[in-house]
């Protein structure tokens, strides 16, 4: 199934710094969206601990730390590493044009909010 996959290269400096910026922010989106979804729904169980409680509470903030940071390596990728990747010699024409580095796309990211953080009732969006 993967031999078959084709291989795109890349070429420069700016390129590689953005897939590797690309997969960091993923990385930080996935770890809060999974650490906000073990979380549950907390505030609706009644006897819970406080200590538990705030345990819970300061996942939660570390999660949105998280969520925020991605969302700031996203912004980043689009507004400057992408202008850079354009401007370095020949990298308009010698690196394949792909969904993962058009602006559109990284900037949507940027906003995506996961579904259990949206509706997250401790969470103002």
């Known amino acids: 199934m993967f031999n078959n996959s084709p291989r795109l290269n890349f070429f420069g400096f700016q390129s590689e710094l953005a897939f590797v910026l690309l997969t960091y922010a993923s990385a930080l989106y996935n770890t809060a969206a999974n650490e906000v979804e073990s979380l549950g729904f907390y505030e609706k169980e009644r006897y819970l601990a406080e200590a538990e409680r ?17 969302s700031g390596v996203f912004t980043y990728v689009t507004d400057t590493v ?34 259990p953080v949206a509706y997250h009732p401790k969470i103002d969006t």
């Not at 705030?54 to 991605?70: G, H, N, Q, V």
Request: glycine share 4%.
């Open 54 to 70: 705030e345990s819970k509470d300061k996942r939660l903030t570390l999660a949105i730390s998280l969520l925020a940071t991605s």
């Open 82 to 115: 992408l202008i850079a990747l354009n401007k370095e010699p020949g990298g308009d024409k010698s690196n394949p044009r792909v969904a993962d580095l058009s602006r559109p796309v990284i900037q949507a990211l940027s906003k995506y909010v996961p579904v």
